[in-house]
């Protein structure tokens, strides 16, 4: 919130950047109508304000398609992630293009749709290698959760392509290591490799705890019962 009332008269882009997130963490927090209605403003703002309004109009959206999905609202995110993506094709926008095929293809995979989530996640990661973005590691990390279950040998090799990426790009103390940890130790337990299972477990706890130090954190609990169970 400070950050955004100290960019609004400095930096109009940076001022939307962190309006936008605070309307995505509103949604995060289940504060929805709010949320919505912030992104909504901030998508009038972008119009009179920057000289970018396509992209501030998807980037908003994405993050309400974003929190649609988390709700199981597939369709709804469906919807609007395809609309935004035909926008974005012809602009210079790819990094943003990249992270809506990415959504897409999670969303088909949670449909069962395993063939034409891999296109359009592969078509995220061609496009965010053409265009050098740091973002790969997330989207190896997804292309990891499809394999799981089909061919657990690729889906180790995407996880540890992510976790390359990953320590390239962020400290090893951060949410996406902490996650992408958990998902190698549930692959390793599917496998029957239950050392491995129990370490990456262990490993993904000590990274929460370490986030949040005086607080339980929701994946704490779940990375328990992992460990119990191995």
Not at 60 to 69: H, L, R, V
Not at 88 to 93: A, F, M, Q
Request: net charge negative; charged share 25%.
């Amino acid at each position: 919130e400070k950050a955004k009332d100290f960019y609004k008269d400095q930096d109009i882009e940076k001022y939307l950047l962190c309006k936008g997130l605070l309307g995505y963490n509103l949604l995060k927090t289940n504060n929805w109508e709010k949320g919505v209605q912030f992104l909504r403003d901030n998508i009038k703002e972008s119009n009179r304000m920057s000289g970018k309004p396509d992209f501030w109009k998807s980037q908003n959206e994405y993050y309400i398609a974003d929190a649609q999905f988390n709700l199981g609202k597939y369709d709804l995110a469906k919807s609007i992630v395809i609309k935004n993506i035909e926008t974005l094709k012809n602009t210079d926008y790819q990094s943003l293009l990249a992270s809506h095929y990415n959504l897409l293809g999670i969303i088909l995979w949670e449909e069962g749709n395993n063939n034409q989530a891999l296109e359009y996640i592969e078509e995220s990661i061609q496009i965010n290698q053409e265009d050098n973005n740091s973002d790969l590691g997330s989207t190896y990390n997804d292309l990891g959760l499809i394999y799981q279950g089909v061919d657990p040998v690729k889906s180790a090799e995407y996880y540890e392509k992510a976790l390359r990426s990953y320590r390239k790009t962020y400290p090893e103390i951060h949410a996406k290591n902490a996650v992408l940890y958990s998902n190698m130790g549930l692959l390793d337990y599917d496998n029957g490799n239950y050392f491995g299972a129990q370490s990456n477990f262990e490993r993904s706890k000590e990274i929460w705890e370490a986030i949040y130090p005086y607080e339980n954190h929701p994946s704490e609990a779940y990375l328990l019962n992992n460990i119990g169970r191995v």
